[in-house]
């Protein structure tokens, strides 16, 4: 099975910056699809962005387009999701999920079988 841990959530201000981590572990982690979502209160979960196995391939909800960006790092098992120019309406959970696909990424929350915890990013003066 595999485990994913995110951190690096937290409180920051209208346009600043965060960076979310995934740690994975358990299963051969880099042959897994990565992806980050987040779901607010009352709403329906949203894809944010999502890498492929081999770090090639990217996705990126309209939403943060340009001012997200996604990578990992397989040697450390970990997938990282810089933020820039926070939002409040940015604030809410978010979670890493990892899919078996052998290319490309989802962002389609169905297609994945692993998730972590969450993490509680704040944007907020």
């Known amino acids: 099975q595999l485990q994913l841990v995110e951190s690096g959530g937290g409180l920051v201000q209208p346009g600043g910056s965060l960076r979310l981590s995934c740690a994975a572990s358990g299963l051969t982690s880099d042959y897994y699809a990565i992806g980050w979502f987040r779901q607010a209160p009352g709403k329906e979960r949203e894809g944010v962005s999502c890498i492929s196995s081999s770090g090639d391939s990217t996705n990126y909800a309209d939403s943060v387009k340009g001012r997200f960006t996604i990578s990992r790092d397989n040697a450390k098992n970990t997938v990282y999701l810089q933020m820039n120019s926070l939002k409040p309406e940015d604030t809410t959970i978010y979670y890493c999920?990892?899919?078996?696909?052998?290319?490309?990424?989802?962002?389609?929350?169905?297609?994945?079988?692993?998730w972590g915890q969450g993490t509680q990013v704040t944007v907020s003066s």
């Open positions: 999920a990892g899919t078996a696909v052998v290319a490309g990424c989802p962002l389609m929350d169905f297609e994945y079988d692993y």
